[in-house]
């Protein structure tokens, strides 16, 4: 294989890595997973959020988990645009996510942000080194309550934030823990 083709595979080949990381992010906070999110991170990485919150990785799965979260019977967070640029052994990434949160009362928050990424290569192993995060906008609503008239087939299963969500049982290669 020429070289120039055999970079423009590496390229390809880490950028489906980044967006495996950004995957896990959601995963890990929708099922309450905080082994995947910690995971993610490289233990000295530097998680950004202005003058709301700023700190570690591993600190901000640690104040995400110990309370912050529960707030919530639901969240979905959602990756919509991707762009990564890499470099050897060290990568960018901007991603835009809407991300939805459900309190018990039914209050809803719905939010547009995106994430600005340092990636590294450390050891053979790609994780977030640096992970800043601006909000573009958020609408806050009230859930509508069931209709008990709606067809049969409206009727799914809950979604789970935790470790009983049917995605477990329903994809088993899927597990709790580390991403790698």
């Not at 050897?88 to 600005?116: C, L, M, Q, W």
């Not at 990424?117 to 050891?123: G, I, P, Q, T, V």
């Amino acid at each position: 294989m020429d070289p120039t083709m055999q970079s423009a595979l590496r390229d390809m080949l880490v950028k489906e890595k980044l967006h495996e990381l950004e995957m896990a992010y959601c995963r890990g906070i929708d099922r309450r997973d905080p082994d995947l999110i910690r995971s993610i991170y490289f233990e000295d990485a530097f998680e950004d959020h202005g003058e709301a919150w700023s700190g570690t990785g591993y600190e901000w799965v640690d104040y995400i988990f110990s309370g912050y979260l529960a707030q919530f019977e639901n969240t979905c967070h959602y990756v919509l645009n991707e762009w990564y640029k890499v470099d050897g052994d060290k990568a960018e990434g901007e991603t835009h996510r809407i991300s939805y949160h459900r309190r018990p009362n039914g209050e809803e928050v719905t939010a547009g942000s995106r994430t600005f990424n340092r990636y590294e290569c450390r050891d053979g192993v790609w994780r977030i080194s640096y992970r800043g995060v601006t909000r573009d906008w958020m609408l806050e609503s009230q859930a509508q309550k069931p209709d008990p008239s709606q067809p049969k087939h409206m009727i799914l299963r809950p979604s789970l934030p935790g470790a009983h969500d049917v995605s477990y049982a329903e994809m088993p290669m899927f597990g709790r823990g580390p991403i790698w």
